[in-house]
């Protein structure tokens, strides 16, 4: 069974860079074919696929966000991990990590064989 969890502070500050760390277990990151994405939902709001990091290690980004975000892995700890840069209060989401075998910017649930429970991200002053 794959598990996925998200863990990263839940408070930022507006123009901070906040750091999302997804861990994995019962897979590993670089089995074949397989994506691994970063996804969020602001309160209100639908899924917002951010973007991925594929076995290979090369990765993929949503254009809206690609100039304020980072996608890397440790393949030693099976970790993928999101940054985001500059964030404001149009940042608060519920972000989620995923798996899946197909790259697709709009979120459709059913394209992800595996998802993380989803961490709370609050940006405030």
């Known amino acids: 069974q794959v598990q996925l969890q998200e863990s990263g502070p839940g408070l930022v500050k507006p123009s901070q860079t906040v750091s999302l760390t997804c861990t994995v277990s019962?897979?590993?990151?670089?089995?074949?074919?397989?994506?691994w994405s970063w996804i969020r939902q602001p309160p209100g709001k639908g899924l917002e696929w951010m973007g991925a990091?594929?076995?290979?290690?090369?990765?993929y980004y949503n254009p809206s966000l690609k100039s304020r975000t980072s996608i890397s892995r440790d393949t030693s700890k099976n970790q993928f991990t999101l940054q985001l840069n500059s964030v404001t209060p149009e940042d608060t989401a519920v972000y989620y990590c995923a798996r899946g075998r197909t790259l697709n910017i709009v979120v459709v649930r059913k394209e992800y064989d595996d998802w993380g429970q989803g961490t709370q991200v609050t940006v405030s002053s």
């Open positions: 990091i594929d076995y290979r290690g090369s990765t």
């Open positions: 019962g897979a590993s990151i670089t089995t074949n074919y397989y994506y």
